[in-house]
């Protein structure tokens, strides 16, 4: 099935007088991890709360495909394929990891006839093999019975990670993913990113950890004022004259 892409076209939001996103175009095509970077109060999590329908711009539209989706509130567009991680993890504290899955599993986007992004879930499989299968090629099936809130920050993004893939998304929206992960974890998550791309969806990645974006992604977008800086493959941004200067004084990012 041919996935749609995600546009943001001319955005602009503005608090009182500040333009915290100013006229932002960016394309997030299926099959590949779009990452977004820029110092503190760059916009970049304005941009993509524009993304997910939590804010609305005053300028600009963000389009699925062909379909205006601006109006959308998140639970709509997450119902048209458009899935999202939040910064704190938003599971469910009482619940166990599985029952956790489960709620990812009810919010199914399409069936998993044919499999579920190369991880691994078995073909026509019950709610409970989705769920199962999915712990396992996160690697957290020894965890299944343990209730949310009692994990650690590594897996518990890594499992609010595989909560969002049993919705089986088109669009998955990472915000922070990789933060409190280890170096490990790290590794492993950026692997298992790779073939959620290679399966087709489109990934778009917020992380402070630039060298995880310019790792892992396969086009970067920079942001500093509410402005898109720099727009190309992680060595084009890497090499931008602004980017540079914006993270050198922060001292963050090697050349
Ligand atoms: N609800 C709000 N009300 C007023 N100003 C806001 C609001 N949300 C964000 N801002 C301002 O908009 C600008 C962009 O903020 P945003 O949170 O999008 O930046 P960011 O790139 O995500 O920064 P960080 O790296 O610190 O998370 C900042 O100046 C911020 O203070
Ligand atoms: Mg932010």
Redesign the pocket.
Known sequence: MSRAELRAVGLVRR??G?T??DHVDMSAPPGMITGLI????????????LLTGVEQPDEGAVLLGDRDISKLRPDKRSRLGLVQTFQVPSLFTSMTVRDNLLVGVENRRRDYGGGLFGLGVRKNPSHEQVVDDMLASLGLSDLADFVAGSLPTGALRLAECARALCAHPDVLLLDEPASGLDAVETERFSALLRRIADAGVAIVL?D?DVDLVFTVCDQVYA?VG?KVVAHGDPATVRANPTVQSVYLAQGSVAA
């Open positions: 608090y009182g500040l915290a996103v820029g110092p503190n109060g760059a916009g970049k999590s304005t941009l993509f709360k917020v402070h942001m509410g």
